[in-house]
């Protein structure tokens, strides 16, 4: 099983580009989680998904979008690049409620110049 | 204000300690998760308890739900268990995170 996959690892990007972060689960979960983790903070919440077709806002959801087609893909949008989004971005997959484990990727580490 | 504290912030030991992590929180709970995360990045999920202990090897989670206190207790620390250790809890409609205790088990 490769559990939650994603994509990339690093990524320089200059202010104003643009980029979608990649995440895929094969556990088929029907909750997706996207957060950041900025040094010294705890994990915040970005953006979630209970299905696909549903989303919602998190604690943080400026400056990103997503979308959920599948089951197995929740992308994250960057679309106008600040030096403020630079952290590493993890995304998270559960199959129930809160009687199920989370399940992290390994994380994205993204620095905007 | 933070629904989510936990201390110590930072923790260094001698190989072999008993070692405790306290996660203090503020909102009504699902369920409470503890997490590590090593040196390299990668989270994984150690325990999810919404009532009582749970035990994984050396590795004790107790959580006192009357109080919204949660322990994570290490026994026989050795340096393989230095990493980042976060307190989650769940409120039935999203996660909230502690900021981590970096432990650092010395040899």
């Known amino acids: 099983n490769a559990g939650v996959t994603q994509t990339p690892k690093f990524r320089i990007l200059k202010i104003g580009q643009s980029m979608t972060l990649q995440c895929t689960q094969d556990?088929?979960?029907?909750?997706m989680y996207w957060y950041r983790q900025d040094p010294g903070m705890g994990l915040k919440l970005i953006y979630y998904?209970?299905?696909?077709?549903?989303?919602d806002k998190g604690e943080v959801p400026n400056g990103y979008n997503v979308s959920r087609s599948t089951t197995e893909d929740f992308p994250l949008r960057l679309e106008l690049a600040a030096p403020s989004q630079t952290s590493v971005y993890f995304c998270?997959?559960?199959?129930?409620?809160?009687?199920?484990?989370?399940?992290f990727g390994d994380g994205t580490r993204l620095s905007i110049l | 204000k933070n629904e989510v504290e936990q201390s110590p912030q930072n923790l260094t030991a001698q190989e072999g300690e008993f070692i405790t992590i306290n996660c203090s929180y503020s909102?009504?709970?699902?369920?409470l998760h503890w997490l590590q995360q090593h040196p390299g990045g990668g989270i994984v999920s150690l325990f999810m308890?919404?009532?009582g202990k749970k035990k994984h090897g050396r590795l004790i989670a107790t959580i006192n739900i009357q109080e919204k206190h949660s322990s994570l207790h290490i026994t026989a620390s050795h340096p393989r268990d230095s990493a980042v250790y976060i307190c989650?809890?769940?409120?039935?409609?999203?996660?909230?995170f502690g900021t981590g205790t970096s432990l650092t088990v010395i040899p």
């Open positions: 909102v009504g709970i699902s369920a």
């Open positions: 308890l919404s009532s």
């Open positions: 989650a809890v769940y409120t039935g409609n999203q996660f909230y």
């Open positions: 556990m088929n979960h029907n909750y």
């Open positions: 998904s209970v299905g696909a077709g549903i989303t």
């Open positions: 998270a997959s559960v199959g129930g409620l809160s009687n199920q484990p989370q399940h």
